[in-house]
């Protein structure tokens, strides 16, 4: 069965440092997500990704974030310089529906500690 | 406002029991209502999805939602120890790549 695949499955850095977090989104799915979640806190959303460009992007998404698709099977989270408030689960997603129905096929995260 | 409201409990229920999982939310323009399942340190797993006001049922899961109180549930009958594990709300107004607004989660835990 497809699946989202996701590397690494935890990266310590430290604060300050770069960090780029890899996806594999399902081969023909169109959109593609990143969330975060904070160890006992919701799944939040961070962005969206269609057709080479941002969709939507939320108010965590600031200037450190950046996400990429460099090629046909690769979708990139890189966070700029890390804060220790980045330590959290973050997990891709892709869909294959226009319609945002909620058919959300996620990854099983990268966990991102900050010291 | 997007917020959506869901008790993290945690939930103790024996094998077989009802078990029922709520959330309320704010915004009137979601339009579309999720139950997603999560097992510790995994990504969530869509269960199921409704449009609008109704019911669907799936199995032993059945999802209702209530526009007009602005209030989803999820019951699942005849709950097995499998059914252990963190059941998450999430909402969107239907607009493709938008956010899905997720709820905090309900801890369930099913015991044999």
């Known amino acids: 069965e497809p699946e989202v695949t996701q590397t690494p499955s935890h990266q310590v850095t430290q604060m300050g440092q770069e960090v780029i977090l890899r996806c594999v989104p399902i081969s023909n799915h169109l959109y593609f997500y990143w969330y975060r979640q904070i160890l006992g806190q919701k799944v939040e959303f961070l962005v969206s990704?269609?057709?080479?460009?941002?969709?939507?992007k939320s108010e965590i998404f600031d200037d450190q974030f950046s996400v990429e698709r460099p090629d046909g099977s690769n979708f990139t989270l890189k966070i700029r310089s890390t804060k220790l408030e980045d330590s959290a689960m973050y997990f891709c997603?892709?869909?294959?529906?226009?319609?945002?129905?909620?058919?959300?096929?996620f990854g099983e995260g990268s966990r991102l500690t900050v010291l | 406002q997007k917020e959506v409201e869901q008790d993290p409990g945690p939930l103790s229920v024996p094998e077989g029991a009802i078990v029922s999982l709520n959330c309320t939310y704010s915004n009137s323009a979601f339009q579309y209502f999720m139950w997603y399942r999560q097992y510790s340190r995994k990504g969530p797993e869509l269960l199921m999805y409704t449009y609008s006001s109704g019911n669907k049922e799936d199995g032993r899961f059945t999802a209702q939602v209530d526009k007009s109180s602005k209030y989803i549930s999820l019951f699942i009958r005849d709950s097995q120890p499998s059914d252990s594990a963190t059941y998450l709300c999430a909402m969107s107004d239907g607009q493709a790549g938008t956010a899905l607004i997720f709820g905090k989660g309900t801890t369930l835990s099913v015991s044999s």
């Open positions: 990704f269609y057709n080479n460009e941002i969709s939507e």
């Open positions: 997603a892709s869909s294959a529906d226009r319609l945002n129905t909620g058919e959300l096929f």
